[in-house]
């Protein structure tokens, strides 16, 4: 059965929210002492000695030592500090033209060269039942070389007690300002990534990602309603410098509604707002369903791209590939083959990306030993491109992978995955309060929520974090029980003003779920406050018992 | 060196248990070799094994804990990973929530391995991929899938004289099956401890028959309809719903199960009265570890819904300790007691109606009524006087499962089914519900 291994943090504040934990408790102290790369060479090259006698025409190897680190808090209490490790290595093969792929911790000359053998044999098996030979598209050896996360502040040396009293300083400020109860957790994560291949390369990068999750949570014991407010902050491809809370990286929410963050994020002052805010919510006015013009903040809007244009773009879910679980894609190779494909309003650009500093998917080379770049996905609201690895590179005429290869572990095997993928800023100069004072019946929505979409991404509902009524051209009172529903292309293309670059900023997930058996993934995307037109909203109060 | 027998672990336990200075010490001994292969487009796209060992070690001093774990299993890597658990719990603040390692437990050993799983290799596996293919290959369809199992073992032991050690087997197959020209869809999921117990002609000739019927889909205006909602539609509303029992979240007023003034629904009849759902680790349809990996607490059976009533929450022990009851068990599966009506039954006796075979991307949209909202897919059809008359596009819902386990009609026969996102294994009966609320349509197929 699909057993995985979780780490429960049980509280429903949090959604009974399910991490998953890969690898194994560690003491924090081992978590600064990286496998020489030298010894990583001489392993490598073991595996793809043994993978090409064996028959492979093609081999990759991956060492990979991850690392994370969570801390978690709950009220005025540090629950948990966990410290995993994982270390491991994956071959991947080609061999009569089919993939082979096996992994293993045991990580002595045998037992990797046993691996290798392994997945040319699984390659083998395999080639029976193929009917399309692999066909990777060219990448050139690079060599030796290495790529790290910029950081400033490595969280590896903060000492355990400072995150936790910031945690605890944060639930703290929470609980002053009206929430009854305060979640908060700081999941820091440091992969060390080795990849050699039989084209020549030998890659060492050294990743570091960060998130600081906060919900608040009010509760009216009287009329027994509860009501949360999660934290604004963004998860992260940068170090323990984003906790810094720097003044000139806070900014105001149209009509001053909330304070929003840049590159640093104050999670103290997130936290105080988000119990006000909690209790608040316990009186906020119902919302009355319809159409509405809504004006999206960056926090919500990212999600939205994430579902609605991310996920339908990448190259494997409109061939098939991802059919049997994630789904397919309404986005299909003759609607871009068109060069007429209306996805979106002109105002609607939107770019992917594995270079932008400080965004989840920011590393200097894809699991394929691809170097990292930027391309178009939708220019002047036209489909233009897709997301794609070495395999899937001919398909779409393309002479080089756009290096979206990535696996969650060196135990699962490298497949594509979304890069950033961001909605450009509007070119004209335009701020969120003077976007406000063009709606006469809006909604102003803050924070992302409850998000679900169909298997090809058409039809999707998303909640939020904090609602406001706009009126005539004027911020009015909080609203509750809000979600939209919509259709991607009618959604996109109802898409009528965008904040200029001073707006823009990314937001991101930490757990974008795919593939068979499950993989993580992190990706960012950017995007400045946008306005859709005429969008249907529900109200989602109902009675139960 | 994956699998270790249960005398190795037992060794390696006693070692462990014998080393340690602190106030107590538990520890965990465990690997696992997982195989897979993945198809789509009728071609196999991956396929792999990963095999992975560890042993963990918690003690405490007092009210600070802490944790180390290595894959080593020599004398001096056990003395190592001893003292480095014992020096981060020097290291830990103070955890006023501590609650120490449980006492001696029984653990009655549970059906969770079988020789003909664990014997599984590269050629079984692909040809449970090669039936689906060749079938859809003939049939001008495409099939997409993942064949998945795992071998594993488990050995628990504290300073209190904890001790157990079990086997377990695993496997999964879901299967897509696509008309070529994307009009059709059909799927099917099959879960089992024992590999004598999967047919994958069986089940690619379900996920075959669905894509073939759900061709031409028609558009039915969205609203509130009777439903027969197949096990995998409902598996994981049911999931979403259980995994909210618990008692703390209850009692803090933050649960659809907290009532207004501060009281539990505990004992309230909250759903219909042919609702009864339990948990049991040596149910033989879906067996699971006779203990809680978490705590270490024997599981036993677990009654939650009885007769409709609201008859049992989790309590964590530092909860139970609170309140002055008995810790529990977290269960590791849910089992719907059911009738033998089959699916086809449930059809027969419908004037109008729904069938929906799946729903999916189900997430939490108001916690304080469990309002969950999700589509259909892969083969929704339309009823007319106890037969299917056509296939139907699909919907998007906005339902509680407590609404929906109020509606009730009609019962089936329960059916075993993995949790996708949820962690439990299940036995669900397929239900017959009235006003379903579907509030959107979808063009996906």
Known sequence: MERRTFLNISSLAFGSMLVPVFGRAIAAEELLNPMPVAAKKILADTALNAATKAGASYCDVRIGRYLNQYVITRDLNVENVVNTESAGIGVRVVCNGAYGFAATNDMTPDGVAGAARQAVAIAKANAKLQSEPVQLAPVKGVGEVSWATPVKKDWRTVPIKEKAELLIAANKAGMESGANFMNSMLFQVNQQKYFASTDGSYIDQDLQRLWAPVTATAVDKATGKFRSRQGLSAPVGMGYEYLDGRKEDKIKAAGGVATLYTKSYDIVEDARAAGRDAKRKLTAKTVVPGKYDLMLSPEHLFLTIHESVGHPTELDRVLGYEANYAGTSFATLDKWQSKKFNYGSPLVNIVADKVTPGSLGNVGYDDEGVKCKRWDIIKDGILVNYQATRDQAHIIGEKESHGCSYADSWSNVQFQRMPNVSLQAGKKKLTPDEMVKDIKKGIYIVGDGSFSIDQQRYNFQFGGQLFYEINNGKIGQMLEDVAYQSNTQEFWNACTAICDERDWRMGGSFFDGKGQPPQISIVSHGSSTARFNGINVINTARKIG | ?445
């Open chain 2, 1 to 445: 060196m994956t699998i270790l027998t249960q005398e190795q672990t037992k060794r390696i336990c006693d070692r462990v248990l014998s080393l340690s200075k602190a106030d107590e010490c538990s520890v965990t001994v465990g690997g696992s070799r997982q195989g897979n292969i993945r198809f789509a487009r009728n071609a196999v796209s991956t396929a792999g094994l990963a095999e992975d060992t560890n042993i963990a070690v918690q003690v405490a001093f007092g009210k600070r804990q802490g944790v180390a774990t290595i894959n080593e299993f020599d004398d001096k890597s056990l003395e190592k990973v001893v003292r480095r658990a014992e020096d981060l719990a020097r290291l830990a603040p103070e955890n006023p929530e501590f609650m120490p390692a449980v006492a001696k437990q029984n653990y009655r050993a549970s059906e969770t391995f079988s020789k003909k799983t664990a014997a599984i290799d590269p050629e079984f596996r692909a040809q449970s991929a090669a039936y689906a293919i060749e079938a859809c290959r003939k049939n001008k369809l495409v099939a997409a899938g993942f064949f998945s199992d795992s071998t594993s073992f488990t050995s628990v032991a504290n300073s209190n004289g904890v001790y157990g050690h079990q086997d377990e087997t695993g496997l999964d197959f879901t299967c897509t099956v696509r008309t070529e020209d994307g009009r059709g869809s059909g799927w099917v999921k099959r879960s089992a401890t024992d590999a004598a117990r999967f047919d994958p002609r069986e089940a690619a000739d379900v996920a075959i028959e669905k894509a073939l019927r759900s061709v031409d889909a028609k558009a039915l205006e969205p609203g509130r309809y009777t439903v027969i909602l197949e096990p995998a539609a409902t598996s994981e509303l049911l999931g979403y719903m259980l995994g909210g029992f618990d008692a703390r979240q209850t009692d803090e007023g933050r649960s659809f199960l907290s009532k207004k003034g501060g009281a539990s629904r505990l004992g309230d009849k909250l759903f219909d009265s042919q609702v009864n759902i339990w948990a049991d680790p040596w149910n033989p349809d879906v067996p699971v570890l006779p203990w809680d990996t978490q705590n270490l607490i024997a599981r036993e059976r677990m009654d939650i819904i009885k007769d409709g009533k609201v008859n049992a929450l989790n309590y964590s022990q530092f909860w139970a300790k609170k309140k002055g009851v008995r810790p529990t068990a977290t269960p590791g599966n849910i089992i719907m007691a059911g009738t033998d009506k089959t699916t086809a039954d449930l059809i027969a006796s419908t004037k109008k109606g729904i069938l929906v075979t799946r729903t999916w991307y189900i997430r939490m949209v108001d916690p304080q009524s469990v309002l969950l909202t999700g589509l259909t897919r892969d083969g929704t059809f339309y009823i007319e006087n106890g037969k299917i008359k056509y296939p139907i596009k699909n919907f998007r819902f906005n339902e509680s499962p407590v609404t929906m386990l109020n509606n009730i009609e009609e019962i089936g026969k329960p059916v075993i089914i993995g949790g996708d996102e949820v962690p439990f294994q299940m036995s669900i009966p397929p239900m017959k519900v009235r006003d379903f609320n579907f509030t959107s349509l979808s063009d996906a197929v």
